[in-house]
């Protein structure tokens, strides 16, 4: 088979590229292993991502957006609670989206569902060869392409390949390319929860030793019963002892650590745990080679950044590929590629070093550490300005020049 981007990783990113360059009238192939999820089946899974705005202007550019948005809440408020010392007080800051004049931080959305939406209007583009149940087992280099040879046998040529293929990257350890890893001991449990007061569409996000316990508003069900998302960090090995609760004492466990802010508490899916790390790629490009999303850089989801940042390497991608075919140039080309990697430098380092410092503080148990924590939300609640400058700083959309993060077309 020959393709012009060989993408490798049918999951959100590799999807969400595709769909952006077949619009853009380009060919590419996508290799996935496993099956998609189905739409229908896929209401009500525990592993939801806080999308922000430039993410939504990526996917209102696919064309999901209007079908997800029913099934995302608006994050108005983010609240922290330094809950690390259950003999003291705890510390609350609220940072309303409308201090920094956003009407909101983006919208919580089903992961499952995104990936069902996406993976049916990849399967519906013309300009998309999907391949299924087989994995990339080679990379070879030739004078004007790549030759991608996959474990079903199966050869196919292209002008450049993408690793979409998530933390184990095969196209990044095939292409030779390096990484820096953070080992954190830490494994985030996902699940849903019924509650009986409403969250008004407050994420809050509590400090506690183990880890940063985090729920995140999502729309009422049908039977008007108020929901939310939790992403809960414990010690890997906490996190197994939790996860090995039964229902009622997992509820209860649940109780305590919400402060009963939300009334009554129920499990509305089944838990899951996911170790986290942080990797990062020493580079992003190799001769005919892109990397994106967690092929590129893996983080802790405390401050909600991997799938944006994912959808940014995306759109950035999905533009400097568009724009060098219409100038008629080969895609896989070291100038265009630099192009990609010189425009997502800055942004993929400083989002990977903020959140990898940002987590070992909030996860830090260490007397002095956990004090100045304190004292440092305290000084944010007292003094309007610093709290103003650490929202701009830290919480306002980034600012980039491209067209699909500014909500334009490709
Ligand atoms: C608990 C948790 C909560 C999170 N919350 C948020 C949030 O609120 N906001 C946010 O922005 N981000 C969040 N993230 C991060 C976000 O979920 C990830 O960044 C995103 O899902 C990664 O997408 P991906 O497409 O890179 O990787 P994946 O979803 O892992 O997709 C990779 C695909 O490649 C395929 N593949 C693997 N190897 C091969 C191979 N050899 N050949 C072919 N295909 C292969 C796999 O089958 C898979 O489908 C969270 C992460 C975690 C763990």
Redesign the pocket.
Known sequence: MKTEALI????????SLACLLAQAGLKCAI????NFPILEREDHSG??????GS?INVLKAIGVWDYIQKNTAPLEIMRIIDDSNPNIEPVQVDFPASEINQENYGH?TP?LML?ALLAEKSQKSKNIEIIHG????TINHLTNGVEAT??NGETIMASLIIG????????RNLSGIETRTSNYDQS???LLINHTKSHENISTEHHRTGGPFTT?PMPDTAEAIHQSSV?W?EKTDDAETFMALDKGSLENALQTRTRDALGRITLASTP?A?P?KGIIAEKIIAPRTAL????A?????IG????????RDVATLAETLTDAARLGEDIGNELVLNRYAKRRSLDMNSRFYGVDKYNRIVSNNIGFIRDLRRTGLKSLKAIPMLKHLAMEQGLKPTMDEGRLIRGEVL
């Open positions: 490798i990783g049918g999951g959100v990113a590799g999807l290799v996935e292993p496993n592993r939801t991502a806080a999308l922000m993410s919580n992961n990936h087989a994995k990339l087992q996959l474990d979409a293929d998530g933390r184990n990257s095969a196209v985030a449990i996902t995140v992403v960090v899951e996911w986290l994106i999303a967690e092929a850089h893996v983080m802790s989801p909600a950044q991997g799938l944006n940042l994912s959808l």
